[in-house]
C-alpha cells in the first residue's frame, strides 16, 4: 500500500545562519578550528585537513558555530562534474567538530524546535536525489563555479510525515549509516595498523636496529632475537592479553598462550639481519638492496581505455569507472578484474603533501588513461607497494607548470629499499588477512550504501510500509 505523505516548505521549519567570510592571512596553525566547503565529504566532514584561527579573530568575526547534526549545505561549488566541491552537497555536522566555525558558501540549518530526531530526519530527507536534482536545476553561474540562493534553498518542499514515521525512518536508515561508519573506523584502524608495520620493518628497520643495539650491549644471539621479537610484537598483530606489561611478560605469554603465534613471531624475527651496509640511500639492512620502483611492480597501463562522457551515458552499468582520484562513473562492462593500485598519472597527481593520489581497487573495473594501474611483482606485494607510495614525497619526479603529469619512466625511477624475498613473504603473509578484511568491510559498506540509497525515496514517498521495514531492522540489530 502506497501512502503519500504531506509535504513542508523547508523555510518554515529550519532556521538558518550563513556562513562567515574568513580571509586567507586569518589561518594559522592551532586555535579555533574552521571548516570550509572543501572539508565536506559525500555525507559528512573531513577533520584532517582543518584551517584554524586565533581565538581573537575568532571573537571579532560573527561567529557561526557548529553543532552535531547540523545540516550544511554548500551554496557555492563546481557543477556536477566536480564531485569533490559540488554545488548543493548536503552534509551532517559530526559530533568531531562541535564547536567549529563555518566559513563562507554555506549556510547552515537547524530544525526550529531542535529535536534530535526531526534533526535527522532534515538530513535524511534532504540527501534524497530529487534534493539534489533541484538544486543542480536552481543552479546559476559560469561554466567553473555554480551558485544556489537561499530563496532556492528554502521554498524547496520536502516530505513531513507524522513525528512517529519521520522518527521511524531515522531509525531504519541511521542503522545503515551507524553500520557503514563503523566499517569505516575499522578500515582506518587496519590501514594505521599496517602502515605501523610498514614504516617499523622497511623505514625505521626496528627489527634489525634492535638487534644490533642487543649485541652492542654485550647480549647473546638469542638475546638479540628476543630484541628483535619484542620490536616486531611492538607494531605488529602478535596481540596477548597483557598489552599493560613489559614486553619480555607480553612474549612469555604469547609463548605460553598462543604458540603457534609465537613461533611464527620467532621465525619472522630471525629473517631480519643484525648488520647495516652502506647504500646511496644511507643504510640499510644488510642483504637489502637498493632498487627502484619499476622493479618491484608491474604496470597495466597498455589495457587501460578511455571513454568520453557521450560513451559512458551509452553504456550505462554497474561497474566502476576510475578516473585519476575517484570513482568518475558506471559502465556496463569491466577491463580489469584483480587487486590493483592506482595512482594519478596526470591532471590530479599531487595532493597537498606531495604524496600521489592512490586508489586500492578490486573486483571488476573500467580504468580511463589518467590513472597508473599496478599490481605488485614477485614477493612484493601489491599492499606493499601501496604502503610505500602513501607516504613517498613524488615531487621530484613529477612534470609539467599547468598540467602535472607522472609518467611511467619517473614513476618507475623511484628509488626503492627492497628487503630479502624472505622478509616481503612474511611481511604479505602478516598484512595479507589484514586487506581481505579491509575489503570485505568496504564491501558490505557499498552494498548497505546501494539498500540506503534504493530505500530513501521509497520511504520518503510511502511506498514502502515503514513500521513494517522498522520491526524488520529491530529484529536483524
Partial sequence: MTFEFPRRVLGELIIHQKGHPFKSKDYQGSGVPIVRVSNFTDNSIDISDLKFVSTEV???SQKVELKTDDVVIATVGSWPKNPASIVGKTICVPKEVDGALMNQNSVILRIKNRCEIDQKYLFIALKNKSFSEYLVSMAQGSANQASVTLSDIFSYELEWPSSE???????????????????????????????????????????????????????????????????????????????????????????????EQYATLRATAELFPSAMQESELGEIPEGWEVTDFGAVSVCFDKHRIPLSKAQRDKRKGHIPYYGATSVMDYVDEHIFDDIFLLLGEDGSVLQKDDTPFIQYIWGKAWVNNHAHVLQGKGNVSTEQILLFMKNQNIAPYVTGAVQLKLNQKNMNSIPFIKATDEVCIAFNLLLKPMFADLRNREDESRKLSSLRDTLLPKLLSGEIDVSALADNTEANA
Fill in 165 to 259: 514515521v519521520r522518527k521511524e525512518i531515522v531509525n531504519i536508515i541511521d542503522s545503515k549509516n551507524k553500520k557503514i561508519r563503523l566499517n569505516q573506523q575499522t578500515n582506518q584502524t587496519l590501514e594505521q595498523m599496517a602502515q605501523a608495520i610498514f614504516k617499523s620493518w622497511f623505514v625505521d628497520f626496528d627489527p634489525v636496529k634492535a638487534k644490533i643495539a642487543a649485541l652492542e650491549a654485550g647480549g647473546s644471539e638469542d638475546d638479540a632475537l628476543l630484541a628483535a621479537m619484542q620490536a616486531i610484537a611492538g607494531s605488529a598483530l602478535f596481540a596477548t592479553d597483557a598489552a599493560d606489561a613489559d614486553a619480555q611478560t607480553q612474549l612469555a605469554r604469547l609463548q605460553a598462550e598462543h604458540p
Fill in 58 to 60: 575568532a571573537q571579532d
